[in-house]
């Protein structure tokens, strides 16, 4: 059975001291193991140490919303996937739609980005998804499943597997709108068909695919029921310890 990923996406948001009292909140309220689920706080570089600190010996892991793909160089501004292992973070958002958008990050650098996550024993959480416009002149599939092609392209059968996808609709984004869980999972089983045609059956089994878009408490049991969606990554919502608990109660539940 595949194990259910609950990502929160800080994004540009919080102090150092609203992180450190996130986190004492969140570890007084978190299971003290929790069977087959992933947590995961994706927060600006400046607090990762911190809160990768504060997490040790707890079922939670500590992610970045990017990193470069290089471990060193002159590339002002950027952060590298070896200080990213050495302060024991775990995981990295790959092309948000935010990065593609305003970084231009394209397909190729977020292929780049998630073979070096896996150079460096980072887990990447790569991120899809269609704009209105696609959605509404129905090219969702073959857009998202063309990202996906160009994400992966190159890796291993066992990297693959390793991967988690996040299928984030970017009309849905920080809009308050959720896809409907239907809608969500015809396009999650559609990403699952991509990677099998790819790589093969076991990988496409193996891959974890959220669901990101407005997902909140009230919503995420309905998304976590659908046969293909194995998650969330959420905005908004994880921002808060208690709503952040609650995610990760509902994918415990699940
Ligand atoms: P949202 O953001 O939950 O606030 O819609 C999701 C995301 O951008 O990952």
Known sequence: MRKKIIAGNW????SRKE???FMQE????????LNNVEAIVCAPFVHLSLLAEMAQSFPLHIGAQTMHFEASGAYTGEVSPTMLIEIDVTHAIIGHSERREYYHETDEAVNQKVKAAFAHQIKPIVCVGETLDQ??????KSHVANQVKQALAGLTEKQ???TTIAYEPIWA????K?????DANDVCTHIRKTVASISDEAAA?????QYGGSVNPDNIAELLSEENIDGALVGGASLAAESFVKLVEAATDA
């Open 160 to 162: 693959i597997r390793k």
């Open 173 to 176: 984004i920080g809009t308050g």
């Open 11 to 14: 994004k540009m948001n919080k």
């Open 205 to 209: 089994q193996g891959v974890v695919i």
């Open 26 to 33: 969140v570890l007084q309220q978190l299971p003290t193991e």
């Open 135 to 140: 959605r509404e002149s129905g090219s969702t």
């Open 178 to 182: 959720t896809a409907s869980s239907r």
């Open 19 to 21: 992180a450190k009292q």
